[in-house]
């Protein structure tokens, strides 16, 4: 049957009206985008929440060689993990690795964290993590002398996720790696190899390879140096038994042209420094978490201990 154009018409506009509502007296389009059920938090875990995947940058080994292990974590938007230092509260995903005899297992390396600040009553609470993904690295030794056949590591791993409430997930992995053949050359894997490149350059930069200067004075660490094209720089601490941030997380440091400089006042209790000896950490963020620049600080602190609690000022310095 032949429909002449005024039909058509007329049947376009009647399918067109049947996919709109009436929305405050004018017709809008209805969509059919499909809506999420909300999150059961009752029967989530941190095991739904966070997915673990590990990579090494080699799949063939020679005693003798260093390598690195990729521990990848990849979390459910709108939640999100924590740095080694998580702030006001949290906790960092803990890593319990053994292997073979003759090998050295290092500690895990965090890249740069992001700050997340939270009004409380009169109060602003911070912590430092991750959302969307992150991956800790690893680095692993094997001795000239070690002669298994393959490498064996037993991971176990604990994290805790949180958004508006905090949920543990916890695994245990294993991981081999063959040795490589007899007057072969190790192997590698250009996938993990890939991984590890991405995050290592995301890894805080030691001060002295930055041309950071960082020094005490008084009761204060003092950091200057280049800025490059950043105009925000900030500090936050590391764990630091002992010493703490006398003033609010994080500080703000000025940049005047090309440099920054940054002042962050000190709480030293030697009473509180658990046995360890007392030392001032942190890092220096510079631009976005988008665009992560990061150097870390890391300075002993000696005291003259003058009576039960009271100190001396302290005076040492980190040079460019």
Request: charged share 20%.
């Amino acid at each position: 049957m032949l429909c002449s154009s005024h039909t058509i018409r007329t049947l376009s506009f009647a399918l067109w009206m049947s996919v709109v509502v009436l929305c405050g007296g004018r017709l809008c389009a209805q969509t059919t985008t499909p809506v999420s059920p909300p999150e059961d938090l009752a029967t989530l875990t941190g095991n739904d929440l966070v997915t673990v995947t590990l990579h090494t940058d080699i799949v063939r080994f020679q005693p003798g060689q260093e390598l690195t292990l990729a521990v990848h974590y990849d979390i459910r938007p709108g939640w999100h993990l924590y740095w080694r230092n998580p702030g006001d509260n949290g906790m960092p995903p803990s890593l319990s690795i053994k292997a073979n005899s003759g090998v050295v297992v290092g500690n895990p390396l965090y890249p740069r964290p992001k700050v997340f600040q939270k009004k409380q009553g009169d109060s602003i609470e911070t912590s430092f993590g991750y959302e969307g993904s992150v991956c800790l690295l690893v680095p692993l030794s094997i001795t000239r002398s070690f002669e298994d056949d393959q490498l064996d590591l037993e991971i176990e791993l604990e994290w805790l996720v949180c958004k508006d409430i905090c949920l543990i997930g916890s695994e245990r992995r294993d991981l081999s790696i063959p040795a490589a053949l007899p007057q072969r050359p190790s192997s590698m894997d250009p996938a993990g190899l890939r991984l590890i490149k991405l995050w290592r350059n995301r890894m805080p930069l030691p001060a002295a390879k930055a041309r950071i200067s960082a020094s005490l004075r008084g009761d204060s660490l003092l950091i200057s140096g280049p800025s490059g094209l950043s105009r925000q720089v900030r500090f936050i601490p590391d764990l630091t038994p002992g010493v703490t941030s006398a003033v609010q997380v994080p500080v703000s440091g000025v940049v005047v042209g090309s440099r920054f400089t940054l002042e962050v006042p000190l709480d030293i209790r030697p009473q509180d420094a658990l046995g360890q000896p007392l030392r001032v950490a942190g890092l220096v963020l510079l631009g976005s978490y988008e665009r992560p620049r990061a150097i870390s600080v890391d300075l002993p602190i000696p005291l003259t201990v003058r009576d039960d609690f009271g100190v001396s000022e302290p005076e040492a310095s980190l040079t460019e």
